[in-house]
Nanobody
Framework: QVQLVESGGGLVQPGGSLGLSCAASGRIFSINSMGWYRQAPGKQRELVAEVSRSGATTYADSVKGRFTISRDNAKNTVYLQMNSLKLEDTALYYC?????????????WGQGTQVTVSS
């Protein structure tokens, strides 16, 4: 099995910054991509940012220029640096990994970490 352990959520004022990290462990042979999704109350889960094995990144339009995703392949860890946070960034943030577990390609999710932007 693959486990994803997230950390770094919390409460921050508008305009502030937070960093999230997600470490993967377990039976994973190769990682195609790692990323972050978020889900606000009453809304669907949406992609925030993801990074491929080659380092290519994708961002939601709403976070471009404010969030930066990075990845440490040696540690199977993905990071999300969030700057200039807005009230609408408040959500439960989930780490995602898509990769090969030796039997098939599969998608794995972390337990979620809360990010609250409030004055």
């Amino acid at each position: 099995q693959v486990q994803l352990v997230e950390s770094g959520g919390g409460l921050v004022q508008p305009g502030g910054s937070l960093g999230l990290s997600c470490a993967a462990s377990g039976r994973i042979f190769s990682i195609n991509s790692m990323g972050w999704y978020r889900q606000a109350p009453g809304k669907q889960r949406e992609l925030v940012a993801e990074v491929s094995r080659s380092g290519a990144t994708t961002y939601a339009d709403s976070v471009k220029g404010r969030f930066t995703i990075s990845r440490d392949n040696a540690k199977n860890t993905v990071y999300l640096q969030m700057n200039s946070l807005k009230l609408e960034d408040t959500a439960l943030y989930y780490c995602n990994l898509f990769g090969d577990n030796g039997a098939t390609l599969a998608s794995y999710w972390g337990q979620g970490t809360q990010v609250t932007v409030s004055s």
